[in-house]
């Protein structure tokens, strides 16, 4: 599913990898702890143990991992997993709102995961879709994402820590809100530096506001993502959900606080730079006033230089020194009389 790189800021997306294949991946937990099983295999533990109403015995718990689906992940998702046709539109189409809807044995979110794209020093979102069920996990998305890799180590690594959907949930939330501090850094280090340049000299500030405003919407942006995910969060703790056992509750509240802070910090930096931009538009302003008096001050220098000269050049012939010999040296000295007693006049007012 071919989706070309872009910054949508009405649809809260970000995609700047190239396009990739479709790709299936799991791994279930048993007696051997944590390991990578084929999707067929995957399939049949969801079937006869994991899936929604299936009374199978054991603990086992499975996670598939579905990368860039297309047409034939959706059926898959559809027909064979039997996820509602809703989620899995959402799951093809993206460009879903960060929710949480509840389905009949599961639950199905939608967050976003952020990084810095350091070759284009820009952020890249990548929508994340999540089935939650009591002993499955089912993760759609269209590029690899980091965080799903890195809760998937983690839950290799350390099974005893992670032994059910409501810890695999909570690592994988909490790994996504964690992604976001660096990118507040970087949105910190880029404001830092719009300041600088507003300070630095008289031109400073005209450089520096089409950075401002892209850094702008690149908030705007990132806040229309973040926002909706402490409500994702609220909902899964005021909800009553048989596999999130109430000691977890803490532990999402955690995760919540965190996407406040993030909330916050963010409009924290988005009146900083309404301020610079007001500030700007202050300062425009105001070299627009100062440049006008200067020009309205030698407009009436000119204007009057003029004036005398206007009158030595009318075609009379009785006229004042118009015979006297130092009569054009008189006019050009009183042209320049005039013309330096206004200079001096405007020069202590500040005009010039």
């Known amino acids: 599913m071919h989706r070309e790189p872009e910054l949508d800021a009405d649809v809260c997306r970000v995609v700047d990898a190239p396009e990739s294949q479709a790709e299936v991946r799991a ?41 860039n689906p297309g047409e034939a992940e959706a059926v898959f998702l559809r027909d064979t997993l039997r996820f509602h046709p809703l989620a899995v539109e959402d799951c093809v189409r993206g460009r879903q709102r960060p929710k949480v809807d509840r389905y009949p044995g599961y639950f199905f979110m939608v967050v976003y995961a952020a990084r810095i794209n350091a070759d284009r020093s820009r952020m890249a979102l990548n929508e994340v879709h999540v089935f939650l069920g009591e002993r499955f996990v089912v993760t759609v998305h269209d590029r690899k994402v980091h965080e799903v890799g890195e809760v998937v180590a983690r839950w290799r690594t350390a099974p005893g820590r992670l032994h059910d959907t409501g810890t695999l949930a909570h690592a994988l939330l909490d790994a996504v809100v964690d992604g976001y501090f660096p990118v507040l850094d970087h949105f910190s280090g880029r404001v830092e530096a719009i300041e600088d340049a507003m300070l630095a000299d008289g031109r400073g500030e005209d450089d520096a506001m089409p950075g401002m405003l892209a850094l702008r919407r690149e908030l705007t942006v990132f806040r229309r993502v973040v926002a909706p995910q402490r409500d994702v969060l609220t909902t899964l703790l005021r909800r009553d959900i048989p596999f999130l056992r109430p000691e977890l509750l803490p532990y999402f509240q955690d995760v919540q606080d965190h ?26 302003s105001n070299r627009l006033n100062q440049t006008m008096r200067v020009m309205a001050a030698w407009s009436i220098i000119l204007m009057a230089m003029a004036w005398i ?17 130092f009569g054009y040296a008189w006019a050009l000295g009183a042209m320049l009389g005039v ?14």
């Open 309 to 325: 000269a206007g009158v030595y050049g009318m075609n009379f012939t009785v006229m004042p020194e118009l015979g006297w010999r």
């Open 339 to 352: 013309g330096g007693v206004l200079f001096t006049f405007f020069r202590r007012r500040r005009w010039i």
């Open 259 to 284: 996407v406040m802070r993030v909330t916050e910090e963010i409009d924290g930096m988005r009146e900083l730079l309404a301020s610079a931009v007001d500030a700007y538009l202050s300062s425009a």
């Open 27 to 67: 791994w279930a937990s048993g007696a051997k702890g944590i390991h990578a099983v084929s999707p067929d295999e995957a399939l049949r533990l969801y079937r006869e143990k994991c899936g929604p109403g299936v009374g199978g015995e054991g603990a086992e718990v499975v996670w598939m991992d579905v990368v």
